[in-house]
């Protein structure tokens, strides 16, 4: 979505402030350009005084946002939580995600066998016909009945169907696609589209690019001394009678209207560069809706092949059990009063628990910084971002560190369900314009858990991360992890009843309080939904819910169990029905 999301921004540029510019070289250079940034935008690392900043304010607005809208009841976490399968349920059908990807790969496979197809006819048109070799390196293959056009160094025609000087035009034409290989910009164009088919913009792109290369023909054309209103005139003749073939530049394409309105433009004038340079950037600031990939790509890489990996992304990542730890790269400064024992100022993380350097306890400042998650002492700034840091204070961390002469930014975030606490990080140190840079995650040990906290600290010569901080910061961190823990178990069934739903997916469902079955509305729920209070003031489950699954809290129960429940005892209700019409019933109790 993110590759679509920055292809739909660079192409609707492209087509508004470039499309008919006569500078059609560099043209295509940025066609290719927003191709290669749409893909690999998500994967590069950028400066921290860029485009990073405005990225992390705005996921950081989202939940906000999402927030402030009433008919969005779900946090923003919990969309972007993966549903997984409780125990007890029969996954019976597909979810949404299931049906949207089988649909996706569906038109893929179906555009890429046609994709093969296609290629595979014209290789068999090149290899009957009959085929004249010139000094150039291209191929004239001459097949009976058929409308100009090339594909790499092979240019198909009927000479018998043009006379003399439109048979030249044509060659001449044909001949500035072979030469300038423009077959691989309509090739590359056919995969990006195979691969975005759902996306219209890849579509649009694809045109674009085809377009562009029939300026650049004709202009060549012109350029080597034909004469333009004999050649629009051949070329209006040809488009008559042609019939175009996809994966081919045609001397016919139906572009005809556009082609001649090109060929007859004055050339751009030279401060039309604003625009193109306005585009440019525009592609440096697209990176601030693209959150980057850059760990998943190192962690889906063999591991023989990780190391070589890792420098190419710009993220250093190392596992270590259910947490992940990376150590940043090291400055060649060295300090003379080092211990030898210390020599390294950050070293990989292994599976042993690594503890930060023994510092001074002297304080640089004689006021210790107002700032969670800071320690400064001497030269070194420690930093920690524990589970219970909001954004508001993870940004004051990253206005300190500014202050300091480094940067720190953070690459993804993600909270529980509930924004109550951290559950995932990544983020990037600097430790000065120039100086040493790394990267780092850590995730909760399981779903919706939170994280023990991530550490770190920065010198003006040097990183460290992943380590224990000192005891201050160590201690806050632990109190905020046990703090996040007990919030965990506070929302246990909450947090059950969020596994559960996911799995059956957005269907009818509701929840009631206690309250409920006390008002005049029980009577209409024992009707509708088939639950209720019952005479004897305990809850009721009619045969209506007879294939009903019961949780009591997290415990799978029974019907009968469920009905013994006094209503004095019951907190909430939540239910929620499958597609197969079973009804799912989660009792949170006092």
């Known amino acids: 979505m993110k590759v679509s999301l920055v292809l739909a921004v660079l192409t609707m540029a492209y087509r508004w402030l470039i499309q008919f510019e006569t500078f059609s070289k560099l043209n295509r250079v940025l066609l290719w350009l927003n191709a290669v940034a749409a893909w690999t935008l998500p994967l590069i690392s950028l400066p921290s005084w860029g485009p990073v900043q405005v990225q992390n304010e705005f996921h950081h607005s989202i939940p906000r946002v999402v927030g402030k809208l009433p008919a969005l009841t779900q946090p923003i976490a919990a969309i972007q939580s993966e549903p997984f399968p409780s125990p007890g349920i029969a ?76 048979l030249r035009n044509i ?28 996306n219209p913009f890849a579509w649009i792109h694809q045109k674009l690019v085809q377009e562009n290369l029939e300026y650049l023909a004709d202009r060549a054309v012109l350029d080597n001394g034909f004469e333009k209103k004999q050649y629009q005139y051949n070329l209006l003749n040809t488009v008559m009678q042609a019939r175009e073939l996809p994966l081919t530049n045609s001397f016919a394409q139906s572009l005809l209207k556009k082609r001649i309105k090109m060929m007859n433009r004055k050339p751009s004038h030279y401060l039309v560069w604003v625009k193109y340079v306005a585009v440019i950037a525009l592609v440096y600031i697209s990176s601030a809706f693209v959150a980057p990939y850059r760990e ?119 909270f529980d369900p509930f924004q109550e606490f951290i559950t995932s990080i990544s983020v990037l140190t600097q430790s000065s314009k120039r100086g040493s840079s790394g990267s780092g995650s850590r995730e909760g040990d399981g779903e919706f858990s939170p994280i023990e906290g991530y550490s770190g600290y920065i010198r003006k010569d040097g990183i460290g991360m992943g380590q224990r901080p000192p005891a201050p910061l160590q201690m806050e961190m632990e109190k905020d992890y046990q703090a996040a823990l007990a919030i965990k178990k506070g929302k246990e069934v909450d947090f059950f009843e969020k596994k ?17 079955f006390d008002g005049n509305g029980n009577k209409g729920l024992l009707e509708r939904k088939g639950f209720g209070k019952s005479a004897q003031n305990t809850l009721l489950f009619t045969e209506k819910n007879a294939n009903a699954e019961f949780y009591i809290n997290t415990k799978r129960s029974t019907r009968e169990e469920a009905s013994k429940l006094t209503i004095d005892k019951v907190k909430k209700i939540s239910y929620r029905e499958d597609n197969q019409h079973k009804t799912y019933f989660i009792i949170y109790t006092k």
């Open 91 to 166: 996954a019976t059908t597909m979810t949404a995600a299931d049906w949207i990807t089988a649909i996706y790969f569906t038109g893929m496979i179906i555009l890429a066998a046609y994709f093969l197809f296609q290629i595979g006819r014209l290789f068999l048109t090149v290899v009957k016909g009959n085929a004249e070799r010139h000094a150039d390196g291209t191929s004239i293959v001459h097949v009976s009945g058929s409308a100009p056009y090339s594909f790499f160094k092979w240019i198909v025609l009927d000479p018998s169907m043009h006379s003399g000087l439109a």
């Open 296 to 414: 998943q790509i190192v962690e889906l890489a063999p591991e023989v092949i990780r190391p070589l990996v890792k420098p190419l992304v710009g993220e250093v990542i190392a596992s270590a059990g259910p947490e992940r730890d990376s150590a940043a790269s090291v400055s060649t400064k060295k300090d003379p009063t080092e211990n030898p024992e210390d020599k390294e100022e950050v070293s990989a993380i292994s599976q042993k628990e690594n503890v930060m350097e023994p510092v001074s306890d002297t304080v640089q400042s004689p006021q210790v910084p107002k700032v969670k998650g800071v320690l400064l002492r001497n030269d070194t700034l420690y930093w920690t971002i524990t589970p219970l840091m909001t954004w508001d204070d993870i940004n004051a961390l990253r206005k300190f560190v500014h202050e300091f002469g480094a940067e720190l930014a953070v690459n993804k975030i993600q």
């Open 171 to 198: 060659i001449a034409h044909e001949a500035e696609h072979a030469r300038q290989w423009h077959s691989a910009d309509l090739l590359l164009a056919e995969i990006q589209r195979i691969c975005l088919w759902f």
């Open 500 to 516: 559960l739903f996911s799995s059956i997916g957005p269907n009818s469902g509701g929840s009631i309080d206690e309250g409920f």
